[in-house]
């Protein structure tokens, strides 16, 4: 089996991309150096650069140079081939793909886009590169606007016509299925039947976010301007609406994500438009296009700069309404590495249709030994959606919250529960373009729950001396409705801390969720994914000076973390001194930790390589661990690594993320009956989605335990 792969459409707006993505994700989780290959691109691109070679150099950060990924423009293909020197494309196109395999571990190719107005012409070109560089193919038949009879038969012809020309076929997607068809074939295993595969086939429904443009891509066809709503630029447009009538008329044509085209002397229409924008009584659409060059008059200019939050983009272009909408509807959506919402959806929907690991094995002949950070990110993702846990977010009105919400839910990561006022979420949501039907929204102060939760609370800490009014104070915080939700089963786990600090996300969890039985202590670890290798450093957040028993537990928990993440753990507890190099009382808290934590995985029946001290470059360094530790199964090769002391830990954790440009996931909470999780204030949207994900499998392997 060769490490490489062939994609390829046999007509125009397959849904191709989409695929890309998701392939080129499931083998990043096996194989870290990948190169991306398109033989043949087109002449007149989406933009400066190749839309998809930009789109997955950038998104998936690859280390290739733009001239190392394709070899001719269509039309060079096309004149070569009718002038006779097929065998100069061939050999040429061949010459550079050995040069990529020479250098990388994986090539994956991408056929062509079927704009040439001659599909016949280029399915036989496809199937002559993939042929000549002995590349498998996996076939994206798209069932956009077909019938069930129609996908069959389309799919069928391209499946005989690859065999006739003996090329190897990997698996065979239907993207963009109707729903009639999937009702139709019912099962992959009916389809396989039907087309007398040996080999995987997938279905994939038509999603209309991924073929639908954005305003961005409606700028970019038309080389509009934008005067108002920059910010809003990745709203999705689902129809045309031209405005040459009345208001009243106007307004009942108006759908989610119309894109409202007008020339600019109708302040009626422009007005009343951003009316319905702010409007609950009115669908959301999705943006304005000025015609005809007539500029907005300045008193409506003024009317909308006003308004606080623009709720809209607006263009403008020179061109009358008549020409701009014959060149728009021509216009289809276009996935840019910077929309985390449409490939959110793209992978989303490729994990829930297409049994990863079945294709793997098809694709993959050679696994690698080293764990980029995107290939644990992946694992994390994948492992999460395997079983969905439900996560509740006390924080919901959060803008980086909600718009996490949105990618989790598309990419099936979690079931979740957002705390706070349900009009206002659902309204700033709205505001934002964000999309969270798929979650649940509890409002704490008027919930079903809530007297129940106050009597829990009660309950549980009357003996503290609380009150039942002090517990009704407390069950109107969300981060102790979300707490209890948790602690009560209603929730399988909480992240939260993106606008609180450690100790206000954490305090109920110490109060009433607890440690587990035998832990007496809640500590922290960061997952560090370094560029070809991931790391757990422990405790960097919670304890700030552990005494010798509380450091042994830290050790011991973190290196039970690691396996929840299927990290094998080697741990090494960390001092200025490897073995007996040194002295102090610093070294000698070490020397205690580590010989009480081999005690009690004695104790516990647990069985991993620990040591310490050791310094911290004989624990990462092969070379140097030999040196100072030659008969080590720790030193030079741990996995865990315990700090001292929060000072340490989170100094060193901090220089490692820096200096290294390593990800840092977390902190993630270990000791903990039930997961609860921490995240910094200065969180990104990406940390949010990356710690619901960590939480989600605590939660399934606790569960499992």
Not at 64 to 85: D, F, K, N, P
Not at 130 to 151: C, D, M, Q
Not at 260 to 278: E, K, L, V
Not at 385 to 393: G, T
């Amino acid at each position: 089996m060769a490490n490489k792969l062939y994609i390829t459409a046999a007509e125009e707006r397959s849904g191709k991309s989409a695929i890309i993505l998701g392939v080129m994700q499931v083998i990043l989780k096996e194989i870290s150096r990948i190169a991306f290959f398109r033989p043949i691109i087109n002449d007149h691109v989406f933009g400066r650069l190749d839309h998809d070679i930009e789109l997955i150099l950038k998104y998936f950060n690859l280390d290739m140079e733009y001239s190392e990924t394709h070899a001719y423009t269509l039309s060079q293909a096309r004149q070569l081939i009718t002038s006779g020197q097929e065998e100069i494309l061939y050999e040429n196109i061949l010459k550079k793909y050995k040069q990529l395999e020479a250098s990388y571990d994986f090539v994956l190719c991408e056929g062509t886009d079927f704009m040439g107005k001659d599909p016949g012409f280029e399915f036989d070109l496809n199937a002559n590169i993939a042929a000549n560089i002995g590349a498998p193919v996996l076939i994206v038949a798209s069932g956009r606007e077909k019938g069930t009879e129609e996908i069959c038969t389309h799919t069928a012809i391209i499946i005989d016509t690859l065999k006739e020309k003996r090329v190897d076929i990997a698996a065979c997607i239907i993207n963009r299925a109707p729903s009639t068809f999937i009702r139709d074939t019912a099962t992959n295993t009916r389809c396989r039947e039907q087309f007398g595969c040996d080999f995987p086939l997938y279905v994939i429904p038509e999603n209309r976010s991924l073929g639908n443009p954005t305003i961005d891509d409606v700028k970019r066809w038309l080389g509009a301007e934008t005067l108002y709503g920059e910010a809003s630029m990745l709203n999705l447009v689902s129809n045309y609406l031209v405005a040459a009538m009345q208001i009243g008329n106007f307004l009942d044509y108006i759908k989610e994500g119309s894109l409202i085209i007008t020339p600019g002397d109708r302040s009626d229409i422009i007005i009343s438009s951003f009316a319905s924008r702010i409007s609950s009584a009115y669908p959301n659409i999705a943006g304005i296009l000025i015609t005809g060059g007539i500029e907005i008059s300045a008193s409506v200019q003024r009317l909308i700069q006003g308004w606080t939050g623009i709720p809209m983009p607006v263009l403008f272009v020179e061109s009358h309404t008549y020409d701009t909408v014959h060149s728009v509807i021509e216009l289809y959506g276009r996935i840019k590495s910077t929309d985390t919402k449409r490939i959110a959806t793209a992978l989303g929907l490729f994990t829930r249709y297409v049994d990863v690991a079945e294709l793997t094995s098809r694709v993959v002949s050679q696994r690698s030994t080293k764990i980029t950070p995107r290939m644990f990110e992946y694992s994390l993702v994948e492992t999460a959606a395997s079983d969905r846990q439900h996560i509740v977010l006390p924080e919901g009105l959060g803008e980086r919250i909600l718009n996490a919400t949105d990618i989790i839910l598309r990419r099936g990561i979690a079931d979740i529960t957002l705390l706070g006022k349900v009009n206002e979420i659902q309204a700033k949501a709205a505001r934002l373009n964000i999309n969270i039907e798929g979650a649940q929204i509890i409002d704490p102060t008027s919930s079903e729950y809530y007297d129940d939760f106050v009597l829990t609370y009660f309950d549980l800490r009357k003996k503290r001396g609380v009150l039942i009014e002090v517990a009704r104070d407390r069950m109107f915080d969300p981060t102790y409705f979300g707490t209890m939700m948790v602690h009560k089963g209603l929730a399988d786990g909480m992240v939260s801390g993106s606008i609180t600090t450690t100790a206000q996300t954490i305090r109920p969890a110490f109060e009433f969720i607890k440690t587990k039985p035998g832990v007496s202590v809640v500590s922290s670890v960061f997952i560090m994914c370094l560029q070809s290798k991931v790391l757990v450093f422990g405790d960097c957040a919670i304890v700030p000076n552990p005494d010798a028993r509380q450091l042994a537990e830290i050790a011991i928990s973190s290196a039970e973390t690691a396996r929840i993440f299927n990290i094998e753990p080697r741990v090494a507890l960390l001092s200025y001194s490897t073995g007996g190099s040194g002295s102090g009382q610093d070294v000698d808290k070490v020397v205690q930790a580590t010989a009480i934590a081999k005690q009690l995985m004695a104790e516990r029946g647990l069985d991993f390589p620990l040591e310490g001290p050791l310094q911290y470059d004989a624990a990462f360094d092969a070379a140097v661990g030999k040196l100072k530790l030659p008969n080590s199964k720790v030193a030079g090769r741990a996995t865990v690594f315990i700090f001292p002391d929060l000072n340490t830990g989170n100094n060193t954790y901090k220089a490692v993320q820096q200096a290294a440009n390593a990800v840092a996931m977390g902190p993630v909470l270990q000791g903990l009956n039930k997961p609860v999780n921490d995240l910094s204030r200065g969180c990104t949207v990406q940390d949010i989605v990356d710690t619901v994900a960590l939480t989600a499998i605590q939660a399934l392997r606790a569960k499992k335990c």
